[in-house]
T-cell receptor, first 116, second 113 residues
Framework: AQKITQTQPGMFVQEKEAVTLDCTYD???????LFWYKQPSSGEMIFLIY??????QNATEGRYSLNFQKARKSANLVISASQLGDSAMYFC?????????????FGKGTRLSVIA | EPEVTQTPSHQVTQMGQEVILRCVPI?????FYWYRQILGQKVEFLVS????????KSEIFDDQFSVERPDGSNFTLKIRSTKLEDSAMYFC???????????FGNGTRLTVT
């Protein structure tokens, strides 16, 4: 069974600074995908970034990058140059690919607060 | 950019009543999902749907719940005899293929009184 662990219930960061949100995962499947979603106070789920288990390079998407350490089973999200609008809940999630179209499994989330 | 749309955005119902939550997935997507998020908690998988049938469901998705794709565009979640603990945000999602990210709707906030 898949499992996602986000150990930071809340984080604070100064505006314009970088912040790392931790995520570790557990799966027995060699083929999987890792995702990060942002949930602002308005409630919608916004896809940020994706990393495949066989991808050789860390994924990047604008100010978001994923620090993927496969041996440690970690997929930390790095947000550079934080903005006030980055304040939100952030969820790490994964899907196994070898078991068919398995559902996305989420971690408990980290609430990020950006301070001016 | 095409998006998943959900209606209504907020639904209030009395305990014991039936509710139907509606979703229009992205038109060329093949896989459809319902997720639930109780306030302040994590997002939980309910059910996935492909080729007009349920492909997987969680323990939460018991006989109280059902899904349907009544026509080529809508995807509905029906909750029979609602309970107070069904109060949550319900998200619909869709994707086109296995290794693509899920696209979520804005959710329906269900309040059972």
């Amino acid at each position: 069974a898949q499992k996602i662990t986000q150990t930071q219930p809340g984080m604070f960061v100064q505006e314009k600074e970088a912040v790392t949100l931790d995520c570790t995962y557990d799966t027995s499947d060699p083929s999987y995908g890792l995702f990060w979603y942002k949930q602002p106070s308005s409630g919608e789920m916004i896809f940020l970034i994706y990393q495949g288990s066989y991808d050789q390079q860390n994924a990047t998407e604008g100010r978001y990058s994923l620090n993927f350490q496969k041996a440690r089973k970690s997929a930390n999200l790095v947000i550079s140059a934080s903005q006030l609008g980055d304040s939100a809940m952030y969820f790490c999630a994964m899907r196994d690919w070898n078991s068919g179209n398995t559902p996305l499994v989420f971690g408990k989330g980290t609430r990020l607060s950006v301070i001016a | 950019e095409p998006e998943v749309t959900q209606t209504p955005s907020h639904q209030v119902t009395q305990m014991g009543q039936e509710v139907i939550l509606r979703c229009v997935p992205i038109s060329n997507h093949l896989y459809f999902y319902w997720y639930r998020q109780i306030l302040g908690q994590k997002v939980e998988f309910l059910v996935s749907f492909y080729n007009n049938e349920i492909s997987e469901k969680s323990e939460i998705f018991d006989d109280q719940f059902s899904v349907e794709r009544p026509d080529g565009s809508n995807f509905t979640l029906k909750i029979r005899s609602t309970k107070l603990e069904d109060s949550a945000m319900y998200f619909c999602a869709s994707d086109r293929e296995q290794n693509s990210p899920l696209h979520f709707g804005n959710g329906t906030r269900l309040t059972v009184t």
